[in-house]
Structures are given as C-alpha cells and as structure tokens.
C-alpha cells in the first residue's frame, strides 16, 4: 500500500482543496482527514457516516459535591486556575490540565479523574472512497494521538477493501500531530503559498520531511498573487532537494467549485484543474516509480 | 477596552483584519500577538522590539542522593514526566506540564525546581503602536503558559485599548487568549469553509459567555448571504464586510496592510469600534 | 538470560509489535529454557496521550530484563533502557519465537541509539 500525506504548515493554502482533487483523480482510494482542528474535507466530499465512536484521551478532574466540604486546599495547589470554591470546588473544564494534584490531596477524597472525551470519530463512504475522520469538541485539542487513532482505522480500511492507495490530509503546523501523521508515509505533497510565513513553514515542513527521509515535493498555490516569492520559493525548492511539482494560479473557480461541495479536478475546463492533473500526474510516476522505500511500520 | 480577534479557521485574514483595525486607531493602542506557535502580526507592523525575555516553566530536577525511591513522584506525574525503577530516577523535563505534584509529595527534599525554555516574549514599539508577542520555541508542545505569560506583562497596564491576534482554531490556546477579553471579533470568509469553521468557534467562545461580533473577509466571493443568515438567525452582528480584491490579497502575501491596500477602510474600523465599545 | 519482546499477544507465537512504547505487551523469555517467565500487559500504557515508551521502558526495567527485542524504539524509551543497563535489539519481526531465535543465532548488533521518533510515529 502506498501512502501520500498532504501538509501545509500554515492553514488556508488551498490543502483541503489539493487533497480532495487528488482523491478525485486517484479513481479509488482511501482519505483521511487528520487536519482535525478545521475538519474542512468533508465539505467537499459530502460523506454518508456509516460508523460513529466516541474518542478519549487523558483525563479531568470531577468534583463530587456531597463530599465537598469547600476547604479550598485544591484551588491552592492548582496551577493552572482550572478549579475555584465557594460553597464547593468548581472545576473549569477548558482549564484543566489533569495533572491530578487537586485529586491526590483532597482530604475528603471529593475529586475523581474521569476520561476526557475529546471528540467523535467517524467512517463515511464518499464518492471518491472511504473517508476517516474525526470532530473534536470545543476547546480540545488536535493530538498526535487522534492522528494516529485516524490514520490506523484508515490503513485497515486500506487492507479489509484491498485498496492500494491512502491520502492523507495532515494538521497544520509542525507539532505533535504532524510528526504522528508521518508514520508509514511514502510521499509528501507540501502545499505552499507565495508569502513569507508561506516559505518559512514551507522550510519547516521540508526539514521534517528529510528528518523522517521520506521524499517530500512542493506545490505553490495562487503563485500568480507574488510572483518574485514564489520564484524564490522554487530556488529554496532546488537547494533543499524537495521537488517541485507545479504552480496553481489564483483563480475564482477554486471557490465556485467549493460552493458546489465539489474538487476542482471536477470542473473540466478550468485551467487550475489542468494544473491539478498534471501536478498529480508527476506525483503517480513517483510513487509507482518504487524509489521511495515506505517508512517501516 | 480589550478586544480578541479569532477565526476558526487558518488564511481568514485574522491577522489582517487585528492589524487593520490596529492601524486605524491612530495609535494609544497595544497590540498582542497570541498567536505564538506561527506569530506574523510584526511582518506587518514592522515594530523596532525594544526588549525581549525568554520564559521558563518550572520543572523537577531530581537529586539522586537526596532520593529513597519511594516512587510517589512517578505516581503523582500522570504525563510521563518522571520515571524510576530499582534504584535509577529520571525525569524528562520536555514532557512536563508544570503542575507541581511532585514538588509536594516528595519528602525527601531531593526535587528542587529546574526549568525548561517554552518560548520567548518581545516588545518593542512600531507605527504609534505598543506591541507585544510570543514566541514559542521550535519544538515545544505547550503554548497556553506562554500565552498567559505574555498575556499578564501586556494587559499590567489595567486601561487602555488592547488588540489581541489569537491563534487559529478552536483549541485550548484560543480559549487562553480570548479569556477575560470584552469583545471577540471572528473573522470568517463566504465559503462553506469559512461558515462551517466560524459555527466552530462561535461554539467554543459560546460557551465563555463572552459578546462577539463576525467580520466577512473576501466578501462578495461566494455564499455570503448564506453567512448573513446564519448569523442572524445565531443572533451575532455582522461587524464589517471587507470585500474581496485581488490588489488586497496581493498586497498581503507583500506584507502590506489592509489599510494600505484600501485606505478607507480605516473609517470603517474606527466605526466598527465605537459600535462595539457602545 | 532474560529477554522482553514487545508483541501483539501473549504466545511465543505472537507477532511482534514494531512499537516498544505502544506494543500490546511484553513476552519475558528465558534465554536458556526458551520459557516464558512472565507477560507484562501493557494494554493501558499503550493509551497514554503521551510518554508511553518512557513508562513502558520503565515496566521492562523493573523486572529485571537483560536485553529487549522490537521493532522501534523512541530517544526516551531508549534512554531508559541505556540508564536501566538494557540492551536493545531494534527492526525485528516475525512472531516473537522467531525474534527469539534469530537473536540467538545471528546474533545481531544492540543498537546504539534509538530508530524511532516518538509521538505515535513509531
């Protein structure tokens, strides 16, 4: 099986937009939507959810009230000012970090730690194939640990269908969950955008590329927006050794496609989706190419 | 006056529409720039940064002849952070939250407070603005402390107006940056991106009870009437409506403002704050 | 000699799990006999949001074992390992009798540092 991750660095390049073609013009494959923190794909790929769980991840605090007696002894010891008493301790959800401190010394054993639930996972059958993704609730956080949740009921998937192919759609950034979304891949796709912070998470992104040595290629989006930096972005290209795949120009009809819930590549006669298809062309040869060895699993 | 400016999702133009309406307060205005894993507000505020610090969290340093181990200490660190077997002691002081636990149950004395880098605080002045940012360091998982760090030495000044840029998303750092704000500007744009990413956010600030506000960037560009209704019936205000140019969005990836692009927008800002503050 | 295999079950005809932090368990061999002496269930270790090698190096160091057998292991499960005079075979696979014996047999190279890059890459 192979597997390509789709990585932005910064949010709003047009990533959710490349993935959701590539999964268009692949004829057969299985998505995973990891960018978790603005779960966007499934606008375009409309799903039908076929299987929901619930996902947990650490813990919080919980005060039982009857215990209580109000003594203040937690709202000292927290450092994070994620729980506060008056009549009884109050714990602020959003605050707490579940370190368990309040929990260890509460002298009426008042305060439990109950699993945090972060969020829904979802399966959903879509027209370009089987979509993994995931919803978190307000305030909780994208982790490596949803990733690689995401990313090993996508691979089954991947095996139970007899699919070869996975795309993924990585988390912004350069944390945690994007080193997660990195196990198992054979090719990253980087979509950048003509701007300073574009190139500067652009180099970020590559360098974690070639710490993990998987092969890494650049695509620039609306690249027409700042033509000196996006030739300045090809030369960063050449001296880092990630290839560059193509240029996008900024054109209307990415939106027009977006407010139909469709990939570009299904507009035919724009020239974005002409791009588009030739950008995934060059990424087909690379990864039938058998160069690039997968990460060990 | 302390005012937040959010969006659910990246490439909104948060940061645009914080500087604009920065810019166009003709100065007596700090701006914070929360958004620390990826902060880009000076690019175009171009401030001379007069001092900068870096911060710390306290960690546990652990002094293996002072330790009987005992053990409470890893079992006190739900993160990881402290382990020990037989007779060996370690403690990874990049997994640590800083929570203290194992400070209070060792009664050896052998855990005295180390420190880890977590990022860096900048303030300098630019353009009649007071400005403020952190930094976090390449590698650090945990932004909220520093956010609240920065937070505490910009806001010490009680009065005055307060800009703060937070970071995008949903998660945990926005609700630190936005906490105890008077107002949330969300900026969203006109696509099903844009609304679904803004419903989001206006969920999670919903729950801190704090008023808010929606601007439209790149407006004119698709559903915005779709966007005007939701609101609507979601009883928010639509602030301002920044129509969409190419010449603004080649002016941004330039590093210029919005009031640079469109000088009249200033007018609006200017408006859009009395409405907010009245 | 005593040796901890990270694997997927609890039989020396289990496969080997690829990830020491997040393996299901830990098979403890007897060099010698070729006996399992003991089975460490790892199963609420693996679900840590994070740190989970540092905590199961720590579960291996405590019985005493000798010499561990997986497929990857991350900077600070390894560095457990080293403080807890553990050597570390890495980039096994197979099932964990076939780990077993080609530890035995060919005897590999400990390796000198870790091959993995924790947050759930492995």
Known sequence: MKEILVLSGKGGTGKTTLTASFAHLSKGCVIADCDVDAPDLHLL??????????????????????????????????????????????????????????????????????????????????????????????????????????????RKTCQEEGTGLLIVDGPPGIGCPVIASFSGVNYVVIVTEP???????????????????????????????????????????????????????FDENVVRALLEGKAITEFKDCKVSKSVANIWLKIQKKIQGGKSEPRKQ | MKIAVASGKGGTGKTSVAVALTLS?????????????????????????????????????????????????????RFNAIVSFKRTIMAFKDMCHSCGGCFLVCDQKAISPGKRLV?????????????????????????????????????????????????????????????????????????????????????????????????????GLGIDDEIRNWCRKNHLRVLMEIPFSREIASSYSKGQSLVHADEGLKEKFLMLVKEISG | MKIAISAKGTELDSTVDPRFGRASYFIIVDSDSGRILDVIDNSSGKEAPHGAGINAAALVAERGVDVVLTGRVGPKA???????????????????????????????QYSKGPNGDGHFSG
Not at chain 2, 49 to 61: A, G, Q
Not at chain 2, 150 to 167: C, I, Y
């Open chain 1, 45 to 154: 790929l409309r799903p039908r959810i076929e299987e929901r769980e619930e996902f947990q991840s650490g813990v919080m605090a919980a005060v039982m009230e009857e215990r209580c007696t109000g003594c203040g002894i937690c709202e000292g010891l927290c450092r994070f000012d994620a729980i506060k008493v008056n009549d009884v301790a109050k714990v602020d959800e959003f605050s707490c970090e579940g370190c368990g401190v309040c929990a260890y010394f509460c002298k009426e054993q008042a305060i439990l730690l109950k699993d945090r639930e972060c969020g829904y996972f979802f399966r959903s059958s879509t027209r370009f194939g089987t979509l993994c993704h995931a919803e978190l609730k307000p305030g909780e956080e994208n982790s490596g640990k949803l990733v690689a949740h995401v990313k090993e009921k996508a």
């Open chain 1, 195 to 249: 701007t300073g912070s574009g190139l500067h998470d652009l180099e970020r992104v590559i360098s974690l590329s070639r710490h993990f040595k998987v092969p890494s290629s650049v695509v620039i989006n609306k690249w027409d927006l700042n033509r000196e930096m996006s030739k300045e972005i090809e030369k960063r290209c050449m001296e880092l050794e990630a290839e560059f795949l193509g240029r996008i120009d």
């Open chain 2, 25 to 77: 307060l003709n100065g007596d205005v700090t701006f914070i720039d929360c958004d620390v894993e990826e902060p880009n507000a000076h690019i175009f505020i171009n401030p001379e940064i007069t001092s900068k610090r870096d911060f710390y969290l306290e960690v546990p340093e652990i002094d293996e002849k002072r330790c009987n181990f005992c053990g409470k200490c890893r079992e006190i660190c």
């Open chain 3, 78 to 108: 390894f560095s457990v390992l080293s403080a807890g005079g553990i050597k570390v075979v890495s980039e096994m696979e197979g099932t964990v009798k076939e780990a077993l014996e080609r530890f035995l047999k060919e005897k590999p």
């Open chain 2, 119 to 219: 990022g860096e605080i900048l303030h300098g002045q630019g353009k009649g603005i007071d400005f403020f940012m952190g930094r976090l360091r390449v590698g650090e998982a945990m932004s909220s402390p520093l956010i609240k760090e920065l937070k505490k030495e910009a806001l010490s000044e009680k009065n005055g107006f307060f800009v703060l840029d937070a970071p995008p998303g949903t998660s945990c750092p926005v609700i630190k940056t936005v906490r105890d704000v008077d107002y949330v500007i969300l900026v969203t744009e006109p696509t099903p991106f844009g609304l679904y990413d803004l419903s989001l956010a206006v969920k999670t600030i919903g729950e801190l009870s704090i008023p808010m506000g929606v601007v439209i960037n790149k407006a």
